[in-house]
């Protein structure tokens, strides 16, 4: 559950006006002005206070420019990489217009689209002030709903709501209300709202009544003179009323006559006044204008008192002040349901009576040793309740991503816990240099096995790995090292489980998924969400933002787009044309929602970093969503990996080709700036497959495989880290060459946990322990000297790429990064062109020998001085020894005069 850490924030209180004074009903519409003017439009009548004067002052006008070069635009960002294709652009423009009709169909049952992204204020378990706990959830195929647990002896007739009974709304959201129990031999409440401060141990609510509240805010809300409207809030208008017409003024339209001109009224009206004595209405100077073309008047406020209007406040405090504590509460009352109950929901349908796990449940157990799955009330005391420490660190300009999976992060073979992970590997990611964990497998899933892909319970931790209060420890000591927090969310499709998961959650086949073919994954056996249902929008969304105001998340991975996007689950042979990109099989529902979440996520948490993995490269995926975008910051390159295994498994070292190296790990030049680069993750080391460690050296039986794999696994990641953009990512394990690859438990391994984890071990000495080290000082080479951000634009200016000789070439700021992929052929004096005349010094060689090498390269050749040679299109170069297998990062560091 939430805690409550400031209960003011989602207790609703009786409103008491700060303006029950001005509170009136004129017959007119007033709007509030800049400059503290009241524009009054006499041909509008509604109801209308102060008080809403100030709160929509307050509330943020909607912005139809939302980028400042250029506004919204549905096709911007086609002409801005020269796309001309008329049939996506037409496609642009009726998803544009489909996104506007969703916001206001969501505008018409929630606030505005922030609201929507809430829905984990209200859904799921809930304690409510007034000593019970509510509970609420999304089921439209239901006709009765109730709670089941071992807090009520799993009785689904206690608490429950019924169909035309209070509990239920049109929309399917069932209200079920669990009261706190009276204890024996204590007496009722006598006020019947009497509210419980479940933080705090005072009891202030036993030293003060109610009315005496309510007279002390009013003595000392009020200034002098204004009690007089406390009991007649419609008496300032009409002394406004009469001040300008009179006392015997016109009562109709029709009474009323020919009125001279609003500057002539006005200084006869002040005149008639100068010696009235002072007013205890608002100071305040009348303007009238009853221009026909515009008929209305404007109130010229005094800004000293309108200042002082503004920052009056409710007197809330007092109110407060009749609450009773927590001890109160636990003396008086058994709650209804306590801290670690066990619990499911039973609905009634029309297919017959259910038993599901909540689908907003935060804490979940799945079936274990035979056991039904069930969800548990996490609502521990205040005192043993986690308490964050640490704030979000600055979101770095280059990200450095260690991706991990929390169970297999231990050395020995069995599920490690989220304690163990915060104690043993945030530490050696931190010293590894990285600056951000992204966490795989976090979401409740039922089967291990699944690596956490095949989610049933979208709000809770795992709780396989802890509890809720041990992954907040996690995210909290992680930000304390300085690291970012990314969690692979996936939205893409969710389990088919039904007891624990999402399917047929109220009886009903479409309640969250696609029926039909359409609704279940063509390969994977998992269900596709209905995204143009606005319920199923308000759980992903309010899902989304659950992590980050929970758990304090700072970035999302969105996981395996191509499902999601298209009906056919991305499962079609793509020819390049664009059109592919709009045509029939495009799910323009989804597309909608990660625009939604996108723009949602950025308004309400705007350091939040958002990362699209989707293989099919679909275009706009990191471009604003005002210019037609979808509003990711970052998009997956995916073909560098395979690029990397193809030519590791399939093709001689000799016959690499360095063009294909480099355009594949460059991509598309316009958006490489965003681009999240990898030479492996855990699709390359998970069930089956194999990591480039066990390629290289798993096998070596000789120093000659063993220096090749070796070698070619530190040039890999060089090139990999330091040729794209200002993003990298690597998975757990693999910075160190692990020598195993991950096989979770299941039936074909006979659920052994022999490969389900980490040997750290293995850093300790040995070709591991070197190729960690050279892994580290890559990564403070860029935390040092800000590599990735270096070149135009965040970009290498790549000048030299040869198929020959198989060397490849760059520069980034003052950087040179020069590689030599040639199995066999070695340079005394390879000639590599330099922007800047001067010396440059070796800051990175892969040949050291303390990371594995033959330190072929004396340390009196660390320093080269550049020669007045044009080459590769520079005015300079230098000469560099290059040993086969090998690179080199050189920095310029003393410029010398030509």
Not at 8 to 24: G, V
Not at 162 to 188: A, F, N, S, T
Not at 245 to 268: H, I, S
Not at 702 to 713: A, N
């Amino acid at each position: 559950m939430i805690s409550i850490t400031n209960p003011t924030q989602i207790i609703s209180f009786p409103t008491i006006s700060p303006s029950a004074k001005h509170s009136y009903t004129p017959p007119c519409k007033v709007f509030l002005l800049p400059n503290n003017k009241i524009k009054i439009n006499r041909k509008n009548k509604c109801k209308c206070s102060a008080t809403d004067h100030s709160q929509s002052q307050q509330r943020p006008r909607k912005k139809t420019k939302q980028q400042p070069d250029g506004g919204t635009d549905p096709v911007g960002f086609l002409s801005k990489h020269g796309i001309t294709n008329k049939v996506f652009a037409q496609f642009l423009r009726e998803r544009y217009k489909a996104l506007k009709d969703l916001k206001d169909e969501i505008l018409n049952r929630h606030i505005n689209l922030q609201d929507l992204a809430s829905g984990f204020e209200i859904l799921g378990m809930h304690r409510n002030v007034q000593h019970r706990v509510d509970y609420m959830d999304w089921a439209p195929g239901a006709r009765y709903c109730s709670l089941v647990g071992d807090f009520n002896g799993w009785s689904p007739t206690e608490n429950s709501a019924r169909e035309g009974h209070l509990g239920h709304d049109d929309y399917g959201y069932w209200l079920v209300i669990l009261e706190d129990k009276l204890r024996e031999g204590e007496e009722p409440d006598e006020v019947y709202f009497q509210q419980y401060n479940y933080v705090d141990d005072h009891d202030k609510g036993d030293e003060v009544t109610v009315e005496e509240v309510f007279k002390k805010a009013n003595d000392e809300y009020w200034e002098p003179g204004e009690d007089r409207f406390i009991n007649n809030r419609y008496e300032q208008v009409s002394k406004l009323y009469e001040q300008i017409f009179g006392p015997n003024g016109p009562q109709t339209e029709e009474e009323m006559e020919e009125l001279a001109d609003p500057e002539t009224r006005y200084k006869a009206w002040k005149e008639q006044h100068k010696d009235d004595p002072p007013s205890n209405l608002t100071p305040c100077d009348v303007i009238i204008d009853d221009r026909e073309d515009h008929g209305e008047f404007e109130v010229v406020t005094d800004p000293e008192w309108a200042e002082k209007f503004r920052n009056k406040k409710p007197p809330i405090a007092y109110w407060l002040e009749t609450r009773k504590g927590r001890k109160a509460w636990l003396k008086k009352y058994i709650p209804g349901i306590p801290h670690g109950s066990k619990y499911r929901v039973y609905f009634n349908t029309p297919m017959g009576p259910l038993e599901r796990v909540p689908a907003w449940a935060t804490y979940v157990i799945p079936e274990a040793d035979g056991n039904q799955a069930y969800a548990v009330h996490w609502e521990p005391p205040p005192e043993s309740a986690y308490k964050w420490k640490h704030k979000h660190p600055r979101k770095p300009k280059s990200l450095r991503i260690y991706e991990c999976h929390v169970g297999i992060s231990g050395q020995e073979p069995r599920v490690a816990t989220f304690n163990e992970f915060t104690e043993n590997v945030l530490p050696h990611v931190k010293e590894a240099g990285y600056n951000v964990i992204q966490l795989i497998g976090i979401l409740e899933h039922k089967d291990y096995f699944t690596v956490g892909y095949r989610v049933t319970n979208f709000f809770a931790a795992s709780s396989r790995y802890g509890t809720p209060d041990d992954f907040k420890r996690l995210v909290d000591e992680a930000h304390g090292h300085g690291l970012l927090v990314f969690l692979d969310i996936v939205h893409s499709y969710a389990a088919a489980d039904e007891m624990v998961g999402l399917s047929y959650f109220d009886g009903s086949n479409d309640c969250y998924f696609h029926s039909g073919k359409r609704g279940n994954h063509k390969f994977w056996g998992t269900r596709m969400f209905k995204y143009g249902d606005h319920d199923v929008l308000h759980f992903l969304l309010s899902n989304l933002n659950w992590w980050m105001v929970e758990y304090q998340i700072d970035g999302f991975n969105f996981h395996s787009l191509s499902s999601m996007m298209y009906t056919h689950n991305g499962f079609a042979a793509f020819t390049g044309d664009i059109e592919e990109y709009c045509n029939q099989y495009v799910d323009k529902d989804a597309l909608l929602y990660l625009i939604l979440a996108n723009d949602i996520l950025h308004v309400l948490h705007p350091n939040i970093v958002t990362i699209a993995e989707d293989v099919t490269l679909y275009p706009g995926l990191i471009e604003p969503t005002s210019q037609g975008g979808l509003g990711f910051d970052y998009f997956v390159n995916f073909s560098a990996p395979e690029m990397w295994l193809s030519y590791l498994e399939n093709v001689p070292d000799h016959d690499w080709s360095m063009s294909k190296i480099v355009s594949t790990l460059t991509g598309n030049r316009h958006s490489a700036n965003k681009m999240l680069l990898y030479a492996e993750n855990h699709n390359q080391s998970i069930s089956g497959g194999r990591s480039l460690a066990e390629i290289l050296i798993g096998s070596a039986k000789t120093e000659e495989t063993l220096l090749r794999g070796c070698s070619l696994h530190k040039m890999i990641r060089l090139i990999t880290f330091t040729i794209g953009g200002p993003a990298y990512l690597i998975f757990m394990g693999n910075e160190f060459g692990h020598p195993k690859r991950v096989e979770f438990p299941m039936s074909s391994n006979r659920f052994s946990y022999s490969l389900a984890n980490r040997h750290w071990d293995l850093l300790k000495d040995g070709v591991h322990s070197k190729l960690f080290a050279f892994d580290k000082d890559m990564m403070k080479l860029d935390s040092d000297e800000k590599i990735l951000l270096r070149g135009s634009k965040g970009l290498p200016n790549i000048h030299h790429v040869n198929d020959t000789t198989m060397v490849i070439s760059y520069l980034r700021g003052p950087f040179l990064f020069v590689f030599n992929f040639h199995p066999t052929n070695s340079h005394e004096q390879y000639s590599v062109g330099v922007e800047e005349a001067g010396e440059y010094q070796v800051m990175l060689n892969t040949d050291e020998k303390i990371y594995g090498g033959q330190g072929l390269i004396d340390q009196a050749q660390y320093v080269q001085r550049s020669i007045s040679k044009r080459i590769d299109g520079a005015r300079f170069c230098l000469e560099v020894p290059l040993p086969s297998r090998s690179a080199q990062v050189y920095k310029l560091t003393r410029i010398l005069r030509v």
